[in-house]
């Protein structure tokens, strides 16, 4: 049995429990008021988008068997070293993403902040507004989420106060879109540090970056929560449906 298998075994039960210990967290920041319930301005969660880094990739891999288990149809566009709408070469990205955005027809984009989100306030906020604007034009609802903390290296260490400031800019940018966008906090999953291993197991990998199995699992089970709340026709399906189906052996798991 290989070792992310040994890990996927016990995780339903790691993952009730990991729910409910997350409420010890602190609390997410909600949409504002008349928001909550986007399914009913909105087409309700029936296909979703992701976007995002590398880090992005490693939590699609759950969350796509998450939502067919629910009946959602799921596609991802997170890209390894970019899929970031600020930053190094994002204007690359804006040359093509508004297309594949239209073309996907998703009810909701989620956009996990990235690790390239580098640039003034002014910058993350113009790029916010553009990708709230993009999508609402394709008809759906964007989520922001925030990426899980690292470990900076040389490589991010010039860049951390940026990063650190992101989330801040996007929430703005979802409290001033009218209930065209949200941010969801996802310290409630990671905590307010990197923390490599959770309950005995790898939950981060050992670069300092990424998840493993366990922490894209649990980081899914939080997910299907939050959408649960914003979209009140969907029901999160048990982690029995699709914690356990292959998708934990994946290549793009290392260091864990």
Known sequence: ????????????????????ACSDRGEVERPSEGTTALSDSGPGLSRVLMLGDSIAIGQALPLGFALDAGGVEFSSMASEGGGNVVGPTSEELWETLPDQIASAKPSTVVYQITTYDWGTEDEQRAA??????????????????????????????????????????????????GGEAVLLDAAEVWGEEYEQTRDGEPDRSDDGIHTCPQGAARFTQWLLGEFAELYPDFTPPEPEEWANVGWSGDEHFVGC
């Open 1 to 20: 049995m290989t070792r992310s298998r040994t890990i996927i075994v016990g995780l339903c039960a790691l993952l009730l429990a990991a729910t409910a």
């Open 128 to 177: 916010y507004e553009r990708l709230a604007d993009t999508v609402a034009a394709a008809g759906a609802t964007l989520v922001f989420v925030t990426a899980p903390p690292i470990v900076p290296d040389e490589f991010y260490e010039p860049h951390m106060d940026e990063l650190e400031r992101a989330p801040e800019v996007a929430g703005a940018v979802a409290e001033d879109s």
